[in-house]
């Protein structure tokens, strides 16, 4: 059962039937799931979904594939923390960080592909591949695994150990590619079209970005069924930050909540910041950039959906910021001392950027903020790796252990802490 009803052209509105295609064929504009919105507010209500799995799935009426098709590790539905300690340290009132480092492959890359691989299946495809900048491998991989299908993973070159670990253990056919993602994602294209495979991010690219939604169904959910003031988010394609919005929207559509009037901001690194440039210089028009960052999950130089990030900073009042490294560095170590939470290198910069856009005033103390934590820190180590305190080395006995620890205060306070 779904109430997806077509594809429709996101530029010229013209409608195709729910196939594996992903562009307009008189336009090349880009094509996004259309529902039926009306047989969706008849068939559930707020207790029907309280009643689901607390898994992403509790959605399944608002996704474009039939849930019979599921591969399922218990993807989604992850905590909704409230980050007082967090809060207070960047001077908000109330701040949530939505958790998505817990999902079965550590990001929130298993929501996107939980529903392009029951859509996949569901087509007929008895192989999936991808194009990564990482984590989407990690996920895929998994979710191939475990539904016995052949797979095929496309990643830079020059990944962290924990994201070429991450996809390898699970047996794919792993590809890594010398060059960029933007290289990567031009080689799957090409393949696409010569392979009868589902790769999850252009072929069947409308149904996977759908699955970021869920992101915003289950803010709106946790919060007891409404929206929040702001939403940060860390974007790459932007795809994930334009669908947490339209999740929002949707909900508001099916009769779930009262209309959102939440703020969206997008987060980038410096060093791949397509999207958050161009809105500094506040235009809707992208300059393509040559990434160079250690948030290498987000070095996406030519973002598909850039512009519709952009527009939907217009749209709701939202804005965009940038860190450096340094920045991504301490923005990890800043959630993880505060909240207990380890985040990757995207965590880093959607703290970063959360922070400067409270310090600038353009977030007020008084606006309640969500922050969308996107990965789990064990993929990125080595960005951290080199910037922690010193353990204390000791013998194993007790005068030692005593001894390194009045050298640890003293030299405390000679640095004047
Ligand atoms: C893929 C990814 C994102 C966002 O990607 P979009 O292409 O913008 O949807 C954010 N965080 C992490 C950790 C990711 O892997
Ligand atoms: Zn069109």
């Given at each position: ?24 064929e ?7 799931v ?11 209500s707020?207790d ?6 607390k ?7 608002l ?34 960080v939505?958790?998505?480092t817990?999902n ?10 939980s ?9 007929g ?19 191939a695994?475990?539904a016995?299908m ?19 253990i ?9 060059g960029?993602?933007?290289d ?14 589902a ?9 996977y ?26 974007m790459?394609s932007g ?6 919005w339209k ?6 559509k099916?009769?779930l909540?009262?209309e959102?009037?939440?703020?969206m901001?997008g987060?980038?690194a410096?060093?791949?910041s ?7 210089h ?9 990434p160079?960052t ?18 939907q ?9 940038m860190?450096?490294d340094?920045?991504v560095v ?8 505060t909240?207990?939470i380890f ?35 064990l993929k990125?180590?080595e ?6 305190e ?22 405390l306070?000679?640095?004047g802490?």
């Open positions: 059962m779904t109430f997806s009803r077509a594809l429709r052209c996101r530029e010229c509105g013209r409608e195709y039937e729910l196939k594996p295609i992903f562009s307009c008189y336009c090349f504009g880009p094509l996004e259309a529902y039926d919105y009306d047989g969706i507010h008849a068939a559930i707020r029907s979904i309280e009643r689901g799995p898994t992403l799935w509790r959605y399944a009426e996704l474009p594939c039939d849930p019979a098709y599921k591969v399922d590790l218990g993807d989604g539905y992850t905590p909704l923390i409230k980050a007082d300690r967090l809060a207070k340290a960047i001077g908000l009132d109330t701040l949530w939505k958790n998505d817990v079965p492959t550590w990001s929130f890359k298993d929501r996107v592909v529903v392009a691989i029951a859509k996949a299946r569901e087509f495809f008895s192989a999936i591949a991808c194009a990564s900048t990482g984590n989407l491998a990690n996920s895929v991989s998994a979710h695994a475990a016995g052949d797979c095929f993973v496309f990643i830079p070159d020059d990944l962290e150990q924990g994201k070429v670990v991450g996809s390898g699970y047996n794919p056919t792993l590809v890594t590619v010398r960029s993602y933007d990567v994602n031009r080689l799957c294209t090409e393949l696409s079209m010569e392979h009868p495979w790769f999850v991010n252009i072929n069947v690219r409308p149904y970005a759908e699955g970021s939604r869920t992101l915003g169904f289950e803010v709106a959910e946790q919060l007891g069924w409404r929206a929040p003031d702001h939403i940060v988010a860390p790459a795809s994930m930050y334009t669908k947490i999740g929002l929207q949707e909900f508001h099916v009769g909540i009262d959102p009037h939440t703020r901001s987060a980038q410096e060093g791949c397509p999207i958050s440039t161009a809105y500094a506040d235009t809707l028009n992208f300059v393509p950039q040559k160079n250690i948030a290498r999950s987000l070095a996406i130089g030519n973002p598909a959906d850039g512009y519709y990030a952009l527009k900073m217009q749209d709701t009042g939202g804005g965009a910021e860190v450096t340094d920045e301490e923005g990890i170590k800043l959630l993880a001392e909240e207990g985040a990757e290198t995207a965590g880093g910069v959607t703290i970063g950027c959360l922070k400067k856009l409270v310090a600038s005033g353009f977030i007020k103390r008084g606006e309640e903020t969500v922050a969308i934590i996107s990965g789990g820190g990125t180590v960005a951290v790796a080199d910037h922690l010193e353990p204390l080395h000791v013998t194993p006995n007790a005068a030692a252990f005593n001894e390194a620890m009045r050298a640890r205060q003293a030299s306070v000679g640095a802490a």
